[in-house]
């Protein structure tokens, strides 16, 4: 595994490895350096068949991330259109990864998860969440569109559309309490709980087949745009056909 600067990385048994955004004097704000990092760790796990479960999280005491360093992802030197247009393709790359890459990432929250930390979080599989946690769109409220980072493909694919508008539009925050409500995130736990709570749910997945796990998540993204029933049926009868395969020939 390698060694990043902004991202702290600890494999544990059972193939779950656990990545943290580990620019704490920052509030783990999004520079330049840590996009290419996690472009990098999340391609790369994509052939990686010994880690089976990712738990993302902070490794900053104040919360999980502040959203993004403008002071130096902004800088005149890409502040142009080539510049911007590379600069966007790699923040799209991210998310893009998260959910091609077999592994299901559980992304653990506390505290703020603000403009790109509420991404990092809708672009993972399942959210745990302390009571102090908080999201928002924070794009608006900066003077730049307020979509990015595939925030308005998830956000309404997580919870009513109506909603997602809604703090899309205002760029408010949404705390712990009304995340639940709106099944955003799947537990609240205290926060000395999280990481057991994060790791009670990784030794669960990490105890499947590997290729049932990868072809589950394969099918839940892409039937989420599947253009109907009849589709989805003929994407499960594959996956299903071949996880037999490879089960007979396992055995053999």
């Known amino acids: 595994m390698k060694t990043y600067e902004t991202l702290k990385l600890e494999e544990k048994e059972n193939g779950i490895l656990i990545v943290g955004l580990n620019r704490p004097d920052k509030l783990n ?4 350096q840590m996009v290419n990092e996690l472009c990098d760790l999340w391609t790369g796990l994509a052939h990686n068949l010994d880690i089976r479960v990712v738990i993302l999280r902070s490794e900053a005491e104040k919360g999980f991330c502040g959203g993004m360093d403008v002071a130096d992802c902004f800088q005149p030197n890409i502040m142009n259109g080539p510049g911007m247009y590379d600069f966007q393709l790699d923040l799209g790359r991210i998310e893009l990864a998260m959910r091609q890459m077999p592994q299901p990432i559980i992304c653990a ?85 999280l990481m057991d709570k994060a790791m009670e749910i990784a030794q669960v997945i990490a105890s499947k087949e590997p290729f049932v796990i990868k072809l589950t998540k394969e099918a839940i993204n892409l039937n989420l745009d599947c253009p109907g029933l009849e589709a989805a049926i003929q994407l499960e009868n594959r996956n299903q056909n071949m996880i037999i395969l490879n089960t007979l020939n396992k055995s053999k």
């Open 109 to 193: 929250v506390h505290g703020a998860a603000a403009g790109a930390g509420m991404c990092f979080a809708l672009a993972s599989d399942i959210r745990i969440i302390t009571p102090d946690a908080r999201f928002n769109a924070a794009f608006i409220n900066v003077g730049i569109g307020g979509a990015d980072m595939g925030s308005s493909y998830f956000l309404t694919r997580l919870i009513p559309a109506g909603r997602a508008y809604e703090l899309m539009y205002t760029g408010r925050f949404i705390k712990a309490d009304e995340a639940m409500q709106l099944g955003l995130a799947s537990y609240c736990v205290e926060r000395d709980q």
């Open 29 to 32: 704000a999004m520079n330049r």
